[in-house]
């Protein structure tokens, strides 16, 4: 039993008996890459067989779409076992607990993107983001600079085909956070490492009351330095309609895809962090769990991550008003001091 498929051996009791065109056209074609990967490992037969190329690289691009870029392909086809690496990489769950790494100056990423709703695909993109000499990790701008990726241009805007109702618009958010998923597929060219750093599912969405938008929010949550929880977001921006009014409605429309590295405050990190945090998760191990059970492993982590960051920021703000307090009392005691020094002298 492979997936939902079964094969008959009953004739002599060999998964070899059946010729490896057959099982390579016929059967392994039809499995996914988790069925797939599971297939190789219950013989050396299926083994040689799964280790076919052109079976990984249907199924990565079946998976990612946007790896139909030339550049990507030809990227993938140099990682130590070409398409199967890539997907060992890309499709389990990054490790939340990425090892310490140093940032390479000569680092250079490249994001393949794909954005679905209802399973339909409404968004794809590859991106290169160079850290180039200008911009290197030892470099002051790098450094203090907050790091995001944006795939889209301050004025470029995505038509979707989807489109808001009008009437009740928490259970349309609702509706676009169960059914919009994003693959953010991060690619270290250098390295031969690639992650999906997304959450697949979204984590959260809500609608951005400065700018009218419906704000999506996919997350992976790894811990910096054992001590500081950071998650790596990629945020879908949609424009609902051109005035705001729930009751008319409109087509959405996607005008902002970003990635960005947030810390405990919820503020961009720099360049310098947001860099060894990505290149922690892409080296780091991978968890081997599907689409569906990784989404909402993803959504739980991120979940406790906000919890994190809400009694974080509670105990800072107790500690602010303590040290506040301290100061009041000390300036009162003082104040006091010297009326008494004046009065008594």
Not at 81 to 105: A, E, I, Q
Not at 267 to 276: P, Q
Not at 313 to 328: G, P, Q, S
């Amino acid at each position: 039993m492979m997936g939902s498929r079964t094969v008959d051996l009953s004739s002599n009791g060999s998964i070899s008996a059946v010729h490896s065109d057959v099982i390579g056209t016929h059967i392994l074609t039809r499995l996914d890459g988790p069925t797939l990967a599971s297939a190789a490992a219950t013989s050396s037969y299926l083994q040689t067989i799964c280790s076919d190329q052109t079976l990984w690289r249907q199924i990565s691009a079946a998976t990612w779409p946007s790896i139909n870029d030339p550049r990507v392909l030809r990227l993938i086809s140099s990682f130590p076992s070409g398409f199967r690496s890539f997907f060992s990489d890309s499709y389990p769950l990054p490790d939340p607990n990425p090892p310490p790494v140093k940032p390479d100056p000569a680092s250079e990423f490249i994001s393949a993107v794909d954005l679905y709703y209802r399973g339909d695909l409404i968004y794809s993109k590859v991106q290169e983001t160079k850290i180039e000499s200008g911009s290197q990790p030892g470099s002051g701008w790098f450094k203090n600079s907050p790091f995001q990726v944006d795939l889209l241009d301050p004025k470029e805007t995505i038509p979707t085909g989807i489109r808001y109702p009008g009437g009740d618009y928490e259970s349309w958010v609702r509706d676009m956070e169960e059914n919009t998923t994003l693959n953010w597929v991060l690619i270290d060219p250098i390295r031969k490492r690639a992650a999906n750093i997304s959450s697949r599912r979204a984590v959260s969405a809500r609608r951005n009351w400065v700018t009218g938008d419906l704000e999506i929010r996919f997350a992976a949550v790894a811990v910096a330095d054992k001590a500081e929880v950071t998650a790596v977001v990629a945020v879908g921006a949609a424009e609902v309609w051109k005035e705001v009014d729930e009751e008319v409605g409109g087509e959405v429309h996607v005008r902002d895809v970003r990635l960005q590295v947030e810390d405990m405050e919820g503020r961009c990190t720099n360049g310098r962090d947001s860099l060894v945090i990505l290149q922690g998760m892409l080296q780091g191990k991978r968890f081997g769990t599907g689409e569906e059970d990784g989404g909402r492993v993803m959504k739980t982590r991120y979940e406790e991550y906000v919890e994190v960051k809400r009694q974080w920021r509670e105990n800072k703000e107790r500690r602010e008003r303590a040290k506040d307090l301290c100061f009041i009392v000390f300036g009162f005691a003082l104040f006091l001091l010297l009326w008494c020094l004046i009065l008594f002298r």
